[in-house]
C-alpha cells in the first residue's frame, strides 16, 4: 500500500475498538475496477497477506472475513446476471488460518452459517484455529434465509422465506425469521459447551507418562431445545482460551435477544441519515433485550460496536468525489444495511469519538475500496492512538475497552 498525505486529526480521550471488516476488493461493487485488478488477483495467498500485514502493524483490534453461501447476488432471491462485481470469495476458515500465521497481534473474527452447518464442525475449526493463534480468533455467528442457499446442504434446515415487502423493514424480517434466530441461539450453546468440555488441568505435564486426566473431559451430550450434540470436543480448549463469538443485529428485537442471549460482541446498525434511528434507541434497545434475557452485564459484559461504510479522502470533497466516482462505475448509487460514512478521515475520527461518547464502545469498518481507503484509516489511527497496546487475546482486548470506554461515558 502507498503511504498517503498526513492529515491532522483531532485527540480522542478514549481507546475504542476498531475493526475493519475484508472483503475481496472492498465493500463497494465498482471497488476493484476502481483499483485495477485483475479478478484473480483477489483470490492470492499474495493480496491477503499484504492486506494483513499491514493492518497487524497498525492499532487496529481485529479483522472480520465475510462467508458466502453460493455466489454473491445484488438479488436476494436468485443468483443474478451480472458479470461487472465481484462474484466468488475465498472461505473465511482458510482466510483465517492465513491471517493467524501471517500476524503477530491482530485478532481474526470468521462469519460462519449456523444455520445450515453443523456446530461439531464450526466448534472445531474456530477453536483449534483459537488455540494455534494464542487466543486472536473469534467466531461471527451468521443466519441465512436465502431459499437458493438450501441446495448446497446434504441436511438443509427449514427456513421461512422473506417476502419482497419485509426486506426493507428490520422488525418484519426479524418476526418472520424468528425460528432461525432461535435455532442460532441454540447453535452457540452447543458451541460453547463443547468449547467446555476440556476442565482447566486437562492436559498434564507428561512427566509420570499421563498426556491427560480424563475425568477432567466431560463427553456428557449438550442438549439445547433444537439440538443434541455429544461432547467431548476434540480440541483441547483451555478457559481463558474460549473463542469470542460475534453477532450483526440489525434494528430489531429478536436478533438484539440473540446478541443479548448469546454473543460476546455485537455489531449494531443504526441509520439516522436513513430513518433516525440512533445509537442511542440501539443502546436502549440491546439493554432492554439484555434485561429480558436476565443478562448480567458486569459479570458478562457485552460490547457494542457500531458498523460503518466509509468512503474517505484526504478532504471532504475527495471522498464525496470518490463516491461518486464508484457509482458511475457501477451505474447505480451505493447502498448498504448500515449507516454509510463519507468524508475525511478526521471527520470519520470525530464520528467515532462520538458514538463511543453515546455508549458504544467502537467501531466495525467497511471500507468501499481497500487500496484506499485503508491506508487512509491506519495512518491517521496511529497518529491519534499511537502504537499498539494491544493485550493479548481478543477477548482480553474486547473487555478491556469495555471497562475503558464504561468507564468515561
Not at 417476502?163 to 441461539?185: C, Q
Not at 486426566?213 to 461432547?231: L, N, Q
Not at 480440541?235 to 443485529?249: F, R, S
Request: proline content about 6%; aromatic content about 6%; overall charge negative.
Amino acid at each position: 500500500m502507498n503511504a498517503t498525505p498526513s492529515i491532522q486529526t483531532p485527540p480522542i480521550h478514549r481507546s475504542p475498538v476498531i475493526g475493519i471488516a475484508l472483503e475481496p476488493a472492498g465493500w463497494h461493487p465498482a471497488a476493484w475496477r476502481l483499483q485495477g485488478h485483475a479478478p484473480s488477483d483477489l483470490f492470492t495467498a499474495h493480496y491477503w497477506s499484504e492486506l494483513l500485514r499491514d493492518i497487524d502493524a497498525s492499532v487496529v483490534d481485529f479483522v472480520t472475513f465475510e462467508e458466502s453461501i453460493g455466489l454473491q447476488s445484488s438479488d436476494f432471491r436468485r443468483i443474478d446476471d451480472k458479470e461487472d462485481q465481484v462474484r466468488g470469495r475465498l472461505s473465511p476458515v482458510a482466510l483465517t488460518a492465513l491471517a493467524v500465521f501471517g500476524t503477530q497481534r491482530l485478532g481474526v473474527i470468521a462469519a460462519r452459517n449456523l444455520t445450515h452447518s453443523e456446530p461439531y464442525s464450526i466448534a472445531t475449526e474456530i477453536a483449534s484455529l483459537n488455540l494455534l493463534s494464542g487466543g486472536r480468533v473469534g467466531l461471527r455467528a451468521q443466519i441465512t434465509s436465502r431459499s437458493i442457499d438450501r441446495r448446497h446442504f446434504v441436511r438443509p434446515q427449514p427456513v421461512p422465506e422473506l417476502r419482497e415487502s419485509d426486506i426493507y423493514f428490520p422488525e418484519r424480517i426479524g418476526t418472520r425469521l424468528e425460528p432461525v434466530f432461535s435455532s442460532a441461539t441454540a447453535s452457540i450453546e452447543i458451541l460453547r459447551g463443547l468449547w467446555s468440555t476440556w476442565s482447566e488441568g486437562a492436559l498434564q505435564e507428561g512427566a509420570d507418562g499421563r498426556f491427560v486426566d480424563i475425568d477432567k473431559i466431560s463427553d456428557k451430550s449438550i442438549v439445547t431445545t433444537t439440538f443434541e450434540v455429544a461432547g467431548p470436543l476434540a480440541v483441547p480448549v483451555a478457559e481463558g482460551l474460549k473463542p469470542v463469538v460475534l453477532a450483526l443485529a440489525h434494528h430489531a428485537q429478536v436478533p438484539y435477544r440473540l446478541a443479548a442471549a448469546s454473543a460476546d460482541a455485537i455489531l449494531v446498525t443504526p441509520t439516522p441519515s436513513v430513518n433516525g434511528v440512533t445509537i442511542g434507541d440501539v443502546l436502549d434497545a440491546v439493554n432492554a433485550e439484555c434485561v429480558a434475557v436476565q443478562r448480567n452485564l458486569i459479570d458478562e459484559p457485552l460490547v457494542i460496536l457500531v458498523d460503518l461504510v466509509v468512503f474517505l479522502g484526504t478532504t471532504h470533497f475527495e471522498a464525496v468525489q470518490q463516491k461518486r466516482a464508484l457509482d458511475k462505475l457501477s451505474g447505480a448509487p451505493y447502498s448498504s444495511d448500515t449507516d454509510i460514512f463519507v468524508g475525511s478521515v478526521g471527520e470519520l475520527i470525530h464520528r467515532i469519538d462520538e458514538l463511543v461518547s453515546a455508549g458504544a464502545h467502537g467501531v466495525r469498518l467497511r471500507p468501499a475500496v481497500n487500496g484506499w481507503d485503508i491506508p487512509l484509516v491506519l495512518e491517521q489511527l496511529a497518529t491519534v492512538f499511537g502504537t499498539s497496546t494491544r493485550v493479548r487475546t481478543l477477548r482480553e482486548r474486547l473487555q478491556t475497552a469495555s471497562l475503558e470506554t464504561s468507564a468515561t461515558t
